[in-house]
């Protein structure tokens, strides 16, 4: 194990000759200054890991110490050791920062105790930001891509909220669009990024055991409530909840989520005392809410109470021009994680991504890439390269096809106006996809579709 470097601050000999005497038998490397004005050099030129401070120094004192070296080293602990203490002085350090303040004489045994106590809590705290920075690196805004209108709207959004006040947000969109990377997204930008993010997805379990784990319960609540426990919306106060598939809660527990969003106030289950929180709510569907509404399947007013800031992502099929931007992401991402030297797409493979629906939306594509990349190992990804389901078929010739006529006749501009429509609505009015469909070029599409006023 690296060994610990203390930087041990005081000007009486004896105590200082006994103290790092005593540290460094305890396997610490100690660093001996006696004023004040040579800490700081000290702690810039040295990695120092905590530093024991007297009150008292010839030069200056403790806390002018701390004023000076705080705010440069924030995660340095500090440990107060004085003769002549006042509670003033105590609470003073403590406010700046101090780690811990010992009266002397103290029994060594209690300094090395505190000692140990704050080496560990300054490598959890470091630990807890290493992981954060990790966390806001992944989901900081600058992974969002795209430049489409409407999902560069989005991101815009996106920024605005994180930096707002706002508690409730809905992001609704089609499967794999990216509302877990938005939500993500949102708590790690905003000011609520030091406090918890928690996530559920509310189809996942059964509704009283959903309830248990949104509000906590207490001892005895049901037969294996064995101890109190906190739910989550108590765990994550000061931060973010993240509610997916929101559509899929029951309708008790709907009820009960609308009243906790009125005045973030609830009861654990089998409690009597309201507890009151200051969470975020984003909550994400993949169903069509509003429809839900209309069938009766989920609440109006709790509908009305999670849009308050409505987003809606829209599927990828209708975002084309974001398909060789997310390419170029996630060969980038597939070339770090796998250490593959992949360069692109040839022009032809890339037009059929460009002509695929996307059903699956990003996630489709990314998986896509994933999968092609390990399989191939090409640095140029071309047609032969991507599974069949996404070159798709052929348009069927008239010959494989019989159309009959009616009876009495039809208009052929009619039929041909509503096969017009209908590949329009299946390609979600992306006209190459719809030109092909037809067995057309895009602009003889083109100029069917300005004649029967279609565009
Ligand atoms: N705009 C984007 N830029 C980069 N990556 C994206 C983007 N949108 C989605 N992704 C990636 O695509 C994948 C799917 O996105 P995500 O899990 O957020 O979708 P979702 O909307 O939550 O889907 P579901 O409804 O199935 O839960 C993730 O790996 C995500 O990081
Ligand atoms: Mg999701």
């Not at 705080?70 to 003033?88: C, H, Q, W």
């Not at 990003?362 to 389901?389: G, Y």
Request: charged share 30%; proline share 5%; aromatic share 8%.
């Amino acid at each position: 194990m690296a060994q610990e470097k203390i930087l041990l601050v005081e000007d009486e000999k004896l105590i200082r000759w006994s103290l790092a005497n005593r540290l460094s038998k305890e396997g610490y490397v100690v660093v001996e200054v006696d004023r004040g004005s040579e800490v700081l050099k000290v702690l810039e030129e040295q990695e120092i890991d905590l530093m024991l401070l007297d009150y008292r120094l010839p030069d200056t004192d403790g806390i002018q110490v701390l004023k000076t070296v705080g705010p440069k080293f924030r995660d340095l602990p500090v440990i107060m050791m004085t003769a002549y203490s006042t509670v003033e002085s105590a609470i003073e350090a403590m406010k700046l920062g101090a780690f811990d303040y010992l009266n002397k004489p103290f029994e060594i045994d209690e300094l090395l105790v505190t000692i140990q106590k704050a080496l560990e809590t300054t490598s959890l705290k470091r630990e807890l930001s290493r992981y954060r920075r990790a966390q806001e690196e992944r989901f900081g805004l600058g992974n969002l891509v795209g430049r489409n209108p409407k999902i560069s709207e989005v991101f815009e959004l996106v920024r605005k909220i994180a930096a707002s006040s706002a508690t409730t947000i809905l992001l609704q969109g089609e499967s794999g669009t990216g509302k877990d990377l938005l939500a993500n997204a949102i708590h790690y930008a905003s000011d609520r990024a030091k406090k918890p993010f928690m996530n559920i997805t509310c189809s996942a379990l059964p509704e009283t055991l959903l309830e248990s784990e949104l509000f906590g319960h207490e001892k005895g609540a049901f037969t294996d409530a064995k101890t109190s426990k906190k739910g989550l919306f108590e765990l994550a106060d000061g931060g973010t909840v993240f509610l997916d598939e929101v559509g899929e809660i029951g309708p008790n527990l709907q009820s009960k989520l609308l009243r906790f969003l009125e005045d973030r106030t609830f009861k654990r289950v089998g409690g009597t005392v309201d507890i009151k929180v200051e969470v975020r709510i984003v909550a994400a569907t993949n169903v069509n809410l509003e429809q839900a509404v209309a069938e009766g399947r989920f609440r109006k007013d709790l509908y009305y109470r999670l849009k308050v800031i409505p987003i809606f992502l829209p599927p990828l099929r209708e975002r084309p021009e974001d398909i060789p931007l997310l390419v170029k992401y996630f060969i980038d991402h597939f070339n770090r994680e796998f250490k593959k030297n992949t360069r692109g797409v040839s022009h032809a493979a890339m037009q059929a991504l460009l002509e695929y629906p996307w059903p699956g939306n990003v996630r489709e594509l990314k998986n896509l890439v994933e999968r092609v990349m390990i399989l191939e190992n090409k640095e140029i990804i071309d047609v032969p390269d991507l599974p069949r389901e996404i070159l798709g078929q052929e348009p069927s010739r008239p010959a494989e096809q019989t159309f009959n006529l009616p009876p009495g006749g039809i208009v052929l501009e009619d039929v041909e106006k509503s096969l017009l429509e209908q590949a329009l609505k299946r390609t979600g009015g992306n006209q190459t996809r719809a030109a092909r469909l037809l067995g057309l070029t895009r602009d003889t599409l083109r100029y069917r579709l300005k004649k029967f006023e279609l565009e």
